[in-house]
């Protein structure tokens, strides 16, 4: 889960790509550019935590991913792939190992919205390629083609892999600069549904993310997903995206 923005960004490269002078890090009446420009090569990694409560019992997942950026494309669009580095599952006091797992390949475009997915090998025994495409798109947060306020919002469909010739809806909104550490960040909540099947099943995903100002680059998010569909039926779970130890560039 996921999610990943990149290092190396200058207000200026910003503005440019979004096609307007406007500042970054302006004051809370002023509009912000938010936006990314990631180089190939770039490399970032982060440590998701979900809990679940699967028949009363309480259970924790953790895992490490670095995402790397393969190439940008003439088009500007990124490809990304996301390496899983295996994790841990906690669950009655146990403690088992996550071993690495297939990597995925994600193409982006430079809002940051997923425009294809692809696993290496689609043998998870718990989460189908498109609901595994569902994660992606719950864990990128999708950034807006114009400069926003505080309380801005913007609308973003993509089709939905899961359910053919119907869209995932996913609403953004900008809530205004915070900081972290000391650092300024943009705090953005989005909202990501969907239809899981043809009988009414849906998905909803809530999301508060923090991007560093500085940077475009996620720092961390907490997230809420009801009615994910898996394998052995519809997952429900609480949890976090944090980056790890800095790394040279980021995605």
């Known amino acids: 889960m996921n999610h990943t923005l990149s ?9 440019l790509l979004a096609g307007t002078a406007g ?3 302006a004051a809370e009446d002023q509009a912000v550019t938010l936006c990314w420009s990631p180089k190939a090569g770039d490399s970032v990694r982060y440590r998701t935590t979900i809990k679940l409560d699967i028949g009363g019992n309480d259970i924790v997942v953790e895992q ?4 790397v950026v393969r190439r940008i494309k003439d088009s500007r669009d990124v490809v990304i792939v996301v390496e899983e580095e295996g994790g841990k599952v906690i669950a009655g006091g146990a403690e088992n190992a996550i071993p690495a797992g297939a990597p995925t390949t994600i193409t982006l475009d430079k809002s940051n919205k997923v425009l294809e997915f692809q696993v290496e090998r689609d043998d998870n025994p718990y989460l189908s390629a498109a609901a595994q495409h569902l994660i992606a798109l719950i864990d990128r947060i999708v950034l807006p083609e114009k400069p926003v306020k505080p309380g801005d919002s913007w609308t973003t469909e993509v089709d939905n892999p899961r359910v053919k010739g119907r869209k995932v809806n996913i609403k953004s909104v900008y809530v205004g600069e915070d900081k972290a550490d000391g650092v300024p960040v943009w705090k953005i909540k989005q909202t990501v549904e969907a239809d899981t099947d043809e009988s009414g099943g849906k998905l909803k995903a809530e999301s508060t993310a923090r991007l560093e100002a500085a940077t475009g680059q996620l720092l961390d998010a907490e997230q809420t997903v009801r009615g994910l569909p898996g394998n ?8 976090t995206i944090k980056r790890m130890k800095a ?3 980021g995605a």
């Not at 290092?7 to 503005?15: E, I, M, R």
């Not at 490490?64 to 995402?67: D, K, V």
Request: charged share 15%.
């Open 232 to 239: 052995m039926g519809p997952v429900d779970w609480n949890g």
């Open 7 to 15: 290092l190396g960004l200058t207000s200026a490269v910003c503005a």
């Open 64 to 67: 490490n991913r670095r995402h």
């Open 23 to 25: 500042p970054v890090g």
């Open 247 to 249: 790394e040279s560039g």
